[in-house]
């Protein structure tokens, strides 16, 4: 049986390091996409290294070539709004449009996503622009998890249990939204891409006091479904129509859905 290929986005960070030791425990071949190869070298060293810049298309042709899967865990600094446009978004569309072949996608964005009145999105737009992120892997066609995770290692020593939550209703801006350790959202987002029952799922990954979860299949088969068609998950609230978006956004929402809905061969 032929390894399938998965692709790290963001694979020096600290989840996407986790990723990709996950993914290869779990027995799938690892690329990493990483800026500097000589500084992923150490963290990376069983994976293969290819460098490209998210930003710049032309730069990452060959890390995308014959992957079966992308998990997305980069981010920008949250700094700046052109930043957050042009990576956090960016990133994924740019991939999105690269890719030759249809491929299984796990996106990480983050927990109060859809807040759009708090003072971090008001003053970056990063919440904005991840969940535009979100919008092109639906529109996409293609198979995908998005998984929004809580504060990363805020979990006490007993806080394992693993909860998946639907509708992002948190919005407190702070780890009373939810805490969960780095390892975890690794497993979860490796775990999806095997999980027939993760499939067009979107939920907030959060962990409250108890042992760690032997199989994640009964939490991901409980979730909800995005309903097919929308750009939205499921139970998210209806406040970004998507009319009222920048006309760059639709015009790439349309393009990667024309993909999808002519059923474009991706080796063309």
């Not at 999808?260 to 061969?265: D, E, F, I, Q, S």
Request: glycine fraction near 8%; charged fraction near 25%; include cysteine.
């Amino acid at each position: 049986m032929t390894q399938r290929l998965v692709l790290v986005v963001g694979a020096t960070g600290s989840i996407g390091r986790l990723v990709v030791e996950e993914a290869l425990k779990t027995g799938y071949a690892v690329r990493a996409l990483v800026r500097d190869i000589r500084a992923a070298k150490a963290l990376l060293v069983r994976a293969e290294r290819i460098r490209g810049d998210l930003t710049e298309p032309a730069s990452f042709e060959a890390a995308v070539r014959d992957v079966d899967a992308v998990v997305f865990t980069h981010g920008s600094s949250g700094d700046s709004r052109t930043d957050a446009e042009r990576v956090d978004y960016g990133g994924v569309r740019n991939v999105l449009e690269a890719l030759k072949r249809p491929a299984h996608i796990a996106l990480m964005t983050a927990i109060g996503v859809t807040n759009r009145s708090g003072a971090y999105n008001q003053s970056t737009g990063i919440h904005d622009w991840k969940r535009r992120a979100e919008r092109l892997v639906r529109a996409s066609g293609l198979p995908y998890t998005i998984v929004r995770p809580g504060w990363f290692d805020y979990n006490g020593p007993d806080q394992h249990r693993l909860v998946f939550l639907q509708g992002d209703r948190r919005h407190a801006g702070d780890p009373s939204d939810g805490v969960v350790a780095r390892e975890q959202i690794a497993q979860v987002l490796v775990a999806s891409l095997a999980s027939s029952a993760a499939l067009s799922k979107t939920f907030e990954l959060v962990a409250e006091r108890g042992a760690a979860p032997q199989d994640l299949g009964e939490l991901f088969g409980a979730l909800e479904a995005d309903q097919a068609g929308s750009l939205d998950g499921c139970l998210d609230p209806a406040d970004m129509p998507p009319a009222d978006e920048p006309q760059s956004v639709r015009s790439d929402l349309t393009r990667i859905a024309s993909r999808a809905t002519r059923k474009v061969n991706y080796g063309d």
